[in-house]
T-cell receptor, first 113, second 112 residues
Framework: ETGVTQTPRHLVMGMTNKKSLKCEQH?????MYWYKQSAKKPLELMFV???????ENNSVPSRFSPECPNSSHLFLHLHTLQPEDSALYLC????????????FGQGTRLTVV | GENVEQHPSTLSVQEGDSAVIKCTYS??????FPWYKQELGKGPQLIID?????GEKKDQRIAVTLNKTAKHFSLHITETQPEDSAVYFC???????????FGAGTQVVVTP
């Protein structure tokens, strides 16, 4: 248990579905991140939120829509995904300053059919 | 932007032997270099990190070395045990704990 909880752990969705991934951290951090982990590729940073404000979008397609209502919660809304979007989606949190590393959740294994 | 390369992609070692994983980075401004371990079905977990003002750091059986001039850093695991079997990722960043550029990972298998 890292203090970062992601739900659901597994998700299968059709290309026309709309679904959301949820991430919650209980570490008092003020920065949250979404990463995509595909087979045989490095983890790819998707979005960065600092103090609930999005500070980075790494050219992610608009079919991925993040939301950060407060510093403890992060969502990734999914719609009209493609099969190549199937991957493990990881959430992480950290402090913007101070002496702490980034903690990762266990991820949501997404399969698009 | 930053590019991190990691070698080897797979590493098999006998229990008790040492394992070494090497990474190179491209952006000389990078100043934070964490190593993460990912076990099957789990998210990455930090095992050790090093900042650019330090050349070496050790924590029990794990050590990391950093050569800023050559822009490479390495993870050393001594006296490997079966529970060390996992995928290990190196990463680099500039002034950020979580905005990380990762290497492709090394699958380490420790055989009894």
């Amino acid at each position: 248990e890292t203090g970062v909880t992601q739900t659901p752990r597994h998700l299968v969705m059709g290309m026309t579905n709309k679904k959301s991934l949820k991430c919650e951290q209980h570490l008092g951090h003020n920065a949250m991140y979404w990463y995509k982990q595909s087979a045989k590729k490095p983890l790819e940073l998707m979005f960065v939120y600092n103090f609930k404000e999005q500070t980075e979008n790494n050219s992610v397609p608009s079919r991925f829509s993040p939301e950060c209502p407060n510093s403890s919660h992060l969502f990734l809304h999914l719609h009209t995904l493609q099969p190549e979007d199937s991957a493990l989606y990881l959430c992480a949190s950290s402090s913007i300053k101070g002496n702490t590393e980034a903690f990762f959740g266990q991820g949501t294994r997404l399969t698009v059919v | 932007g930053e590019n991190v390369e990691q070698h080897p992609s797979t590493l098999s070692v006998q229990e008790g032997d040492s394992a070494v994983i090497k990474c190179t980075y491209s952006d000389s401004a990078s100043n934070y270099f964490p190593w993460y371990k990912q076990e099957l079905g789990k998210g990455p977990q930090l095992i050790i990190d090093i900042r650019s003002n330090v050349g070496e750091k050790k924590d029990q059986r794990i050590a990391v070395t950093l050569n800023k001039t050559a822009k490479h850093f390495s993870l050393h695991i001594t006296e490997t045990q079966p529970e060390d079997s996992a995928v290990y990722f190196c990463a680099a960043s500039i002034n950020s704990w979580g905005k990380l550029q990762f290497g492709a990972g090394t699958q380490v298998v420790v055989t009894p």
